[in-house]
């Protein structure tokens, strides 16, 4: 299947874990000292994108696991244009725009992958 999507179903992936960062820095806008993080995609993109023979592979069962849909290492904490006095770092207005625009490319990633199903149903029923 990998051939057939390419990696827009990894990026769907990785656009839905953005959406959650996004999602919990605005539930958390009012706790004081909350530091709001975010993923930089294109980062997390070149891990996933990353060919088989040079991920990591665990040789024993009690090694810690290279979770690849996470994008751990993308996440960051993000510095805020006017912080606050009570150490929050959420500015909601920009949350709510990344969010939005977020939202716009998973929405667009996902007609892409819709269009490409229904081209192979199509191929495969050919044509009815």
């Not at 827009?8 to 990785?14: F, P, Q, T």
């Not at 930089?40 to 090694?63: K, Q, V, W, Y």
């Not at 081209?119 to 029923?125: E, H, Q």
């Amino acid at each position: 299947m990998e051939s057939i999507f390419g990696i827009h179903d990894r990026a769907l992936l990785l656009r839905a874990s953005r959406m959650d960062v996004l999602a919990s820095n605005l539930a958390n806008a009012d706790t004081p000292n909350f530091k709001a993080r975010d993923m930089d995609f294109s980062t997390a993109l070149g891990e996933a994108a990353t060919p088989n023979g040079t991920r990591m592979i665990s040789t024993h069962e009690r090694h810690q696991r290279a979770n690849r849909g996470e994008a751990s290492a993308a996440l960051q904490y993000r510095v805020p244009y006017q912080p606050t006095e009570d150490g929050n770092t959420v500015e909601a207005d920009m949350e709510l725009s990344r969010f939005a625009q977020n939202a716009v490319a998973y929405q667009t990633t996902l007609l892409f992958l819709n269009g490409r199903i229904s081209t192979l149903r199509s191929a495969i029923t050919g044509g009815r």
